[in-house]
């Protein structure tokens, strides 16, 4: 009980740096709120299409032709390709090579995992596969032209829901941005505390007293569990208010499993803080440098999809890369059979990977074993 009311007293003198956080959060979490309630319509999607043909043969023309017939082709400087994608102004970039006519391969860029690259990727390959059967039967290309355009002359109209404000946009940013709260105040309350108890004058009184040590370490540890899980309550309580019955299905439950994960991954982070970083100061350092470090490269404030893939690189080696990852992935899905969740499941084994990382580290490298 004595642990459990000097932890209270730490964490209450702290107050104001923990409402400074809080303040951020809720006031990021009213801007989700009010960002416009969803209208839905259905609008007809032709996907910006940039070519840069190397080949320019007759094969390569009539590719060029039947692309301009199910996208807007846009012209673009080579060198301005990634600004194009980064701003959406393109969203897919086909390089034609030499040997097309042979090979009948093409070279390309997107926005990952959007619905215009998978798009494009199935009219590209019905292009291919429709050359390839006439290819087979002895046709020339010459005579592949003056056919094909006929076999695909019925033409698909692609309507998409597209909602205005779309409610699965809001809880994926408001789930990406809670990656920096849960992580830098767990990171500063439970390295605050730790650091707090493992100083000489109260490790030596603690060392002196009726509780033993290994009791008092797991009442520490228990301690500092109610922290992270108060955190990951704040932060779903708060997303049930804000959305409702839109986190009441399969979704939120993957999204609830997800937070939980990175909150004890964060927790055991702090203990990691706690233990080896000495001084308010280098605290502080370490709580703006990983969490908002590691929240910025990972995804939190710029999605992942606009992100070069040398920072992701470096990201993958934090836990935020992987919460991150799954927040976008559930939140865009709309079956979750047994194949589709499987990544999720994998990243929040690599999220608890990542936990029982920090706490070996705990145990190897501290005098007292927590």
Known sequence: MTVFKSYLKIALFNKVTILIYLGI???FAIFIANLG???????EVKPNVSIFDNSNSLLSSMFIEYVEQNANVIEIDDDNVDDALFFRTADYIIY?????????????????????????????????????TYENYGYTHEEIENVIFDDMDTEVNVSLDVEVEPIANKINSYYNFSNYIILSLNIFLVSLIVKTFREEPILKRNLVSKVPVKSMNKLLLIGNLMVSFTIFLLVNILSLIIFKGDVVNFAGLFLLINTFAMSIASMMLGFLVGNFVKGKEARNGVVNVVGLGSSFISGAFVPQAMLASSVLLIAKFFPS??????????????????????????????????????????????????
């Open 96 to 132: 034609i090579p030499e040997d097309f006519e042979n090979e009948k391969q093409i070279d390309s860029r997107s926005i990952p995992e959007s619905f215009r690259e998978a798009y494009l990727e199935i009219l590209i390959n019905r292009f291919l596969n429709i050359v390839d």
């Open 37 to 43: 309630t969803a209208e839905t319509e259905f609008v």
């Open 321 to 370: 890369y992987y919460f991150i990852y799954n927040n976008d992935y559930i939140v865009n899905l709309n079956n979750f059979s047994f194949d589709n969740v499987q990544i999720i499941y994998f990243n929040v084994i690599i999220i608890f990977g990542f936990a029982l990382f920090f706490y070996i580290l705990n145990n190897l490298f501290s005098k007292k074993k927590i």
């Open 25 to 27: 959060f809720f006031a």
